[in-house]
């Protein structure tokens, strides 16, 4: 029978089939899921923030893209995965205020989402589907059983991606 592991903003579980790992909620952050089809071995991590380098104490890797990814990998690798065959998917980086003027603070999602592309490129892991932008949050479940990234919208159709 398949555990629901839930994690929160700036937190990171990995598993195995069959259990499922959630997170609720991402509005400008982004989930990033990855998954290792051979071993059945998946992981998800809540990003708030794309880069860890303008923070002076950093005692929570997870808040970050940068650091969250690498974070994610060494722990699926360590629960059996094979960087080779890993393949991430995202979801999140929502535009949730409008703010006028040239401002950081209103892109936030964006940021977030162009973060983890960048780092996910650099470690050599394939994205093969993601779901961001827009106006809304999200809710997000990856079920280490086939890899399926099932994506929930208030108003939207459920998405698998």
Same mark, same amino acid.
């Given at each position: 029978? *398949?555990?629901?592991?839930?994690? %929160?903003? @700036? /937190?990171?579980?990995?598993?195995?089939?069959? /259990?499922?790992?959630?997170?609720?909620?991402?509005?400008?952050?982004?989930?990033?899921?990855?998954? =290792? !089809?051979?071993?059945?071995? %998946?992981?998800?991590?809540?990003?708030?923030?794309? =880069?860890?380098?303008?923070?002076?104490?950093?005692?929570?890797?997870?808040?970050? @893209? /940068?650091?969250?990814?690498?974070?994610?990998?060494? +722990?699926?690798?360590?629960?059996?995965?094979?960087? *080779? +065959?890993?393949? @991430?998917?995202?979801?999140?980086? *929502?535009?949730?205020? #409008?703010?006028?003027? !040239?401002? /950081?603070?209103?892109?936030?999602?964006? +940021?977030?989402?162009? !973060?983890?592309? #960048?780092?996910?490129?650099?470690?050599?892991? &394939?994205?093969?589907? #993601? =779901?961001? $932008?827009?106006?809304? $949050? &999200?809710?997000?479940?990856?079920?280490?059983?086939?890899?399926?990234?099932?994506?929930? !919208?208030?108003?939207?159709?459920?998405?698998?991606?």
């Amino acid at each position: 029978m *398949a555990n629901v592991i839930k994690i %929160g903003i @700036a /937190d990171i579980a990995v598993s195995k089939d069959p /259990d499922i790992i959630t997170t609720l909620g991402l509005g400008s952050c982004i989930g990033i899921a990855m998954y =290792d !089809a051979s071993t059945k071995v %998946g992981g998800l991590v809540h990003v708030m923030l794309p =880069d860890s380098t303008k923070i002076k104490q950093n005692s929570n890797p997870s808040k970050f @893209a /940068d650091t969250g990814i690498q974070e994610l990998l060494n +722990r699926m690798v360590k629960a059996g995965a094979n960087k *080779a +065959r890993i393949q @991430a998917k995202i979801a999140g980086g *929502a535009k949730m205020f #409008e703010v006028s003027g !040239a401002t /950081d603070v209103g892109n936030v999602g964006e +940021r977030n989402a162009q !973060a983890s592309k #960048e780092k996910l490129k650099a470690l050599g892991i &394939r994205l093969v589907a #993601e =779901d961001t $932008g827009a106006n809304y $949050g &999200r809710t997000v479940e990856l079920n280490c059983a086939n890899g399926e990234y099932v994506i929930k !919208a208030v108003g939207k159709p459920v998405k698998t991606i």
